[in-house]
């Protein structure tokens, strides 16, 4: 489908409906520019985001190489639909997109979220932490993960639960590690210092 043609659409449309929507709220009223205006571009954000609203229903229509003419009336449908109830319209679409950057959001949070890894590394200790200080450190650094779990940190160094919550809390008061709520329940991260050390 053609680039302009499109556009056109788009505009003629969101014109036409929002006129359309003006006289199914106003119908006893005497006309006035003014109070147009408003339905009208009301109409015009509907009807420009339908090519929005056909790709994420995964509609091929827009991406047609050939100028066929029902594609264009289709097309043409779906604005003027859009546009005479585009409050409705655009309050769908808004709470789809919402919903998925919520969604996104959730995935990239689960992706940086630790469940449990079995590695172990090896211990460099160069600084005045102690033994298992260094060790949990090392573990935040050679580990994929940015949220941390107790299980994921003990299986990975070999340590107690107890023993990487105690170090954990030892290492939150010096300021290289930090709790954050996670969906999967408390998590920890290093600090920007904890990579210093």
């Known amino acids: 489908m053609n680039t302009s043609n499109i ?20 119908y006893d009223k005497k006309f006035e520019f003014s109070q147009v205006i408003r339905p009208v571009l009301i109409g015009l954000a509907a009807a420009a985001l339908v090519p929005l609203f056909l790709n994420m229903i995964s509609s091929d229509l827009l991406k047609a190489k050939d100028d066929v003419t029902t594609n264009y009336f289709v097309f043409l449908g779906f604005c003027l639909i859009a546009s005479i109830f585009s409050g409705e319209f655009i309050d769908s679409i808004g709470k789809k997109v919402l919903n998925q950057i919520g969604e996104v959001k959730k995935e990239i949070e689960e992706t940086n979220t630790e469940d449990d890894s079995p590695e172990i590394n090896e211990l460099n200790q160069d600084n005045d932490l102690t033994e298992n200080q260094n060790l949990v450190l090392k573990a935040f650094i050679e580990n994929k993960y940015t949220y941390r779990s107790i299980s994921g940190l003990a299986s990975q160094t070999g340590l107690d639960k ?3 919550k105690k170090e954990l809390v030892d290492l939150g008061k010096l300021g290289l590690t930090e709790v954050v709520e996670r969906q999967k329940g408390p998590r920890w991260k290093i600090t920007s210092e904890g ?3």
């Open 7 to 26: 556009i056109w659409i788009i505009v003629g449309t969101g014109i036409f409906g929002g006129v359309i929507n003006y006289y199914r709220s106003l």
């Open 195 to 197: 990579y210093k050390k």
């Open 162 to 164: 107890t023993v990487i």
